[in-house]
């Protein structure tokens, strides 16, 4: 198995290659066939992910957007069932209004340096994600921490990814850190926002081998690879196990 390209999913815990999750998926799209040619037409029967709604995301970014890039192009390929409503970022040089822009989606520039405290920039940017009907907030290279204020606006429904395996290397400089502590295998997640920085419950995670004479720069590129891969999965999962248990927010 390459390890360059396995992804980790928890739980339950199995790794898997791009090749064989892809495989596991048609298997479990040809028994879910098969059950619905067996039960029939029956307007009691919960919805396939093919026919609910689909998920009505709200994207925070700082940088250069390439993981809201890799979050739009899955649900163009019909791979995540979702539509992106609003782009917020907090830096007026980010590439991400760029790329939005060249899709038509909306993007929203809030730029944290005109408020007197986080929570203040937190209410903007629930206010904002609520007037677009948001039900999931998606973290994608925001380099902000975030409050209470967002977290409750958005109760157990704030993803973000994280450049390493958690919880190892939370926090700034994550894959300096890696490098530094001489570890073999790094990675990166995506988790659950809690106000603990890089705390909350992971959803998934991809395994990255440190190769020898591995660069800061070498060595965030194949992460980030990972990190387009495994979040549109990451945000289908943990919609779907949230969705059983935990109303929309209103």
């Known amino acids: 198995m390459n390890i360059e390209t396995a992804a980790l999913i928890s ?34 029967e919960p919805k396939s992910e093919a026919e609910s709604e689909p998920l009505r995301l709200g994207v925070m970014a700082s940088g250069s957007g390439s993981n809201f890039e890799a979050i739009a192009a899955a649900i163009e390929a019909g791979r995540l069932n979702a539509t992106i409503e609003l782009v917020i970022y907090n830096n007026p040089q980010a590439r991400v209004a760029e790329r939005a822009a060249k899709r038509q989606i909306p993007a929203e520039l809030i730029d944290h340096r005109t408020f007197t ?20 907030v998606i973290m994608a290279g925001w380099m902000r921490r975030v409050t209470e204020r967002l977290l409750s606006a958005f109760p157990s429904r704030i993803l973000n990814i994280h450049p390493s395996l958690l919880p190892s290397f939370p926090g700034i400089r994550s894959v300096e ?74």
């Open 117 to 136: 405290s986080r929570e203040a920039l937190d209410d903007e940017i629930a206010r904002r994600f609520k007037g677009c009907n948001v039900e999931w």
């Open 177 to 250: 850190q890696a490098l530094n502590a001489g570890v073999k295998i790094t990675g990166c997640s995506v988790h659950f926002v809690e106000l603990i920085v890089d705390s909350g419950p992971i959803v998934m995670q991809a395994a990255v081998p440190i190769l020898p004479g591995d660069s800061v720069e070498s060595l965030q590129a194949r992460i980030q690879q990972q990190e387009h891969v495994i979040f549109p999965q990451a945000i289908a999962l943990a919609a779907q196990k949230v969705s059983a248990t935990i109303p929309a927010t209103s």
């Open 11 to 44: 739980p339950p815990l199995a790794i898997l290659s791009t090749d064989s999750a892809h495989a596991s998926q048609a298997s479990v799209d040809t028994a879910d066939e098969a059950d619905e040619a067996k039960s029939g037409s029956n307007e009691s």
